[in-house]
């Protein structure tokens, strides 16, 4: 039947309609919100994820009309500052120190401006961008990452917004590689290449990734690639992909004993020495005695100083303080637990299954992840998009839920002090374990 655009509007008007609204929300959203307005910012989000819903309802069928406005939503940002996030500021400088041959774990930014400051472009303009908290800290970001940097900074110069839109580019690049590898990987573990709109549509991701510049994206752009080589047996490429996605953020680290019983003890030793020399290659560059020490300060913050959108931990603290401890010392002991309960969740995980194929691997993945999540003193908004990756592959859904009520968390970005708001969350957890038990009940009763 040859194309008529007259067929096309009638079959699709309700489709274009919420497409046409979805692209106004979200041009909204990039040029007309300040993070500080949370009701605004609130009401454009619950909007966008009706929107999405109906979307992926509706066009069932037609990829390349949900693929097309993925992309038109992402290039919306493309010219646009960052209104939810000021990292962008610390990858820019981080990437002028690279591509000037500097180490950038071996100094932070409050001792670069008073005696190094001239060979990074805009360094106050940078300076005053990334805030006090990240300027007094060493980099924590992993060294794949550090060469993004770099390489928007060396495209950039003396531009931060060519920066920007080097950066930006990327993580839309990365994206489609997502929805490419990860319709390829959903048909060869059998479940519908559709389920891939519930993350390439969903607004959680094209606001944090593409908007905000979080490299979630890129990192879960090797992570998705890593898992499609293995569905093909190519397991020693995706060795070395699996490599590079841990050098953007270390999450996937927490995965790798995951991978034992699904590829037996000999081919496990090899592909865990392939993520290891690899990883080592591309920390090499980096290796000085006082990166050690830095990059292993910084990352104890994430476990004892650092918190934002807590679950039990919120809960184990206001019990804590009930009964005198303080605050300050509770965190620093919190912090030292939550690495074993992690271990010990993970080795649960890896050794209690039977059945190992790579559905279960990713099944599994999900669940360490979420536990973590539950776990842990930090969980950004943007935590929650390798969730949502994962739950396609799976048939829970709560991670879709929860990029959704997460939102909630967004309260503390238009408070001058970035006080949270305790009921805000507890609504936001108790959606989030309410339909997880919800879950958990109905696949129980359909065994």
Request: proline share 4%.
């Given at each position: 039947?040859?194309?008529?655009?007259?067929?096309?509007?009638?079959?699709?008007?309700?489709?274009?309609?919420?497409?046409?609204?979805?692209?106004?929300?979200?041009?909204?959203?990039?040029?007309?919100?300040?993070?500080?307005?949370?009701?605004?910012?609130?009401?454009?989000?619950?909007?966008?994820?009706?929107?999405?819903?109906?979307?992926?309802?509706?066009?069932?069928?037609?990829?390349?009309?949900?693929?097309?406005i993925g992309v038109i939503?992402?290039?919306?940002?493309?010219?646009?500052?960052?209104?939810?996030?000021?990292?962008?500021?610390?990858?820019?400088?981080?990437?002028?120190?690279?591509?000037?041959?500097?180490?950038?774990?071996?100094?932070?930014?409050?001792?670069?401006?008073?005696?190094?400051?001239?060979?990074?472009?805009?360094?106050?303009?940078?300076?005053?961008?990334?805030?006090?908290?990240?300027?007094?800290?060493?980099?924590?970001?992993?060294?794949?990452?550090?060469?993004?940097?770099?390489?928007?900074?060396?495209?950039?110069?003396?531009?931060?917004?060519?920066?920007?839109?080097?950066?930006?580019?990327?993580?839309?690049?990365?994206?489609?590689?997502?929805?490419?590898?990860?319709?390829?990987?959903?048909?060869?573990?059998?479940?519908?290449?559709?389920?891939?709109?519930?993350?390439?549509?969903?607004?959680?991701?094209?606001?944090?990734?593409?908007?905000?510049?979080?490299?979630?994206?890129?990192?879960?752009?090797?992570?998705?690639?890593?898992?499609?080589?293995?569905?093909?047996?190519?397991?020693?490429?995706?060795?070395?992909?699996?490599?590079?996605?841990?050098?953007?953020?270390?999450?996937?680290?927490?995965?790798?004993?995951?991978?034992?019983?699904?590829?037996?003890?000999?081919?496990?030793?090899?592909?865990?020495?392939?993520?290891?020399?690899?990883?080592?290659?591309?920390?090499?560059?980096?290796?000085?005695?006082?990166?050690?020490?830095?990059?292993?300060?910084?990352?104890?913050?994430?476990?004892?100083?650092?918190?934002?959108?807590?679950?039990?931990?919120?809960?184990?603290?206001?019990?804590?303080?009930?009964?005198?401890?303080?605050?300050?010392?509770?965190?620093?002991?919190?912090?030292?637990?939550?690495?074993?309960?992690?271990?010990?969740?993970?080795?649960?995980?890896?050794?209690?299954?039977?059945?190992?194929?790579?559905?279960?691997?990713?099944?599994?993945?999900?669940?360490?992840?979420?536990?973590?999540?539950?776990?842990?003193?930090?969980?950004?908004?943007?935590?929650?998009?390798?969730?949502?990756?994962?739950?396609?592959?799976?048939?829970?859904?709560?991670?879709i839920i929860w990029s959704?009520?997460?939102?909630?968390?967004?309260?503390?970005?238009?408070?001058?002090?970035?006080?949270?708001?305790?009921?805000?969350?507890?609504?936001?957890?108790?959606?989030?374990?309410?339909?997880?038990?919800?879950?958990?009940?109905?696949?129980?009763?359909?065994?």
């Amino acid at each position: 039947m040859p194309f008529s655009f007259k067929n096309f509007m009638k079959l699709h008007k309700v489709s274009l309609i919420l497409a046409i609204l979805s692209f106004v929300f979200y041009y909204t959203f990039a040029y007309h919100l300040q993070r500080t307005d949370f009701i605004k910012l609130l009401t454009l989000f619950v909007a966008l994820f009706f929107f999405c819903f109906k979307l992926i309802q509706f066009e069932k069928l037609n990829f390349r009309f949900l693929l097309g406005i993925g992309v038109i939503f992402r290039l919306i940002f493309l010219c646009i500052e960052p209104n939810l996030s000021q990292d962008f500021y610390r990858f820019i400088w981080d990437g002028h120190l690279v591509s000037s041959g500097a180490n950038p774990y071996l100094h932070t930014p409050d001792q670069l401006m008073t005696n190094m400051v001239s060979m990074i472009p805009n360094a106050n303009i940078l300076y005053e961008g990334m805030g006090s908290l990240s300027a007094r800290h060493y980099s924590n970001y992993p060294p794949l990452n550090q060469l993004i940097f770099a390489i928007a900074a060396f495209v950039g110069g003396k531009s931060i917004f060519a920066s920007l839109l080097t950066l930006r580019a990327i993580i839309i690049l990365a994206d489609i590689g997502i929805f490419y590898f990860g319709r390829k990987l959903l048909k060869n573990l059998n479940r519908s290449p559709h389920l891939i709109f519930w993350y390439f549509l969903n607004p959680l991701v094209i606001v944090e990734l593409t908007g905000n510049l979080h490299f979630e994206g890129v990192m879960l752009f090797f992570f998705i690639l890593a898992m499609f080589l293995l569905s093909i047996d190519k397991w020693k490429t995706a060795g070395i992909v699996m490599a590079c996605s841990i050098s953007i953020k270390l999450v996937p680290l927490l995965f790798l004993p995951l991978f034992f019983k699904y590829l037996g003890w000999k081919k496990s030793i090899i592909f865990y020495m392939i993520i290891g020399i690899t990883s080592i290659v591309l920390f090499l560059p980096f290796n000085t005695p006082e990166f050690i020490d830095n990059y292993s300060k910084t990352l104890k913050l994430w476990f004892s100083n650092f918190e934002f959108n807590a679950s039990i931990y919120n809960i184990a603290k206001k019990t804590a303080i009930h009964f005198d401890a303080k605050p300050w010392e509770f965190i620093k002991e919190y912090g030292k637990i939550t690495p074993l309960l992690t271990i010990a969740t993970v080795g649960l995980f890896t050794f209690l299954p039977k059945r190992y194929d790579l559905n279960r691997v990713l099944w599994s993945m999900m669940w360490v992840l979420t536990i973590y999540y539950f776990m842990s003193t930090t969980v950004h908004p943007w935590y929650a998009i390798f969730l949502v990756l994962l739950s396609i592959f799976t048939t829970y859904r709560y991670a879709i839920i929860w990029s959704a009520a997460i939102v909630l968390s967004y309260l503390a970005y238009s408070q001058a002090d970035f006080k949270e708001n305790l009921w805000l969350l507890a609504i936001e957890y108790i959606s989030v374990y309410g339909f997880i038990i919800y879950e958990i009940v109905a696949h129980n009763n359909k065994k």
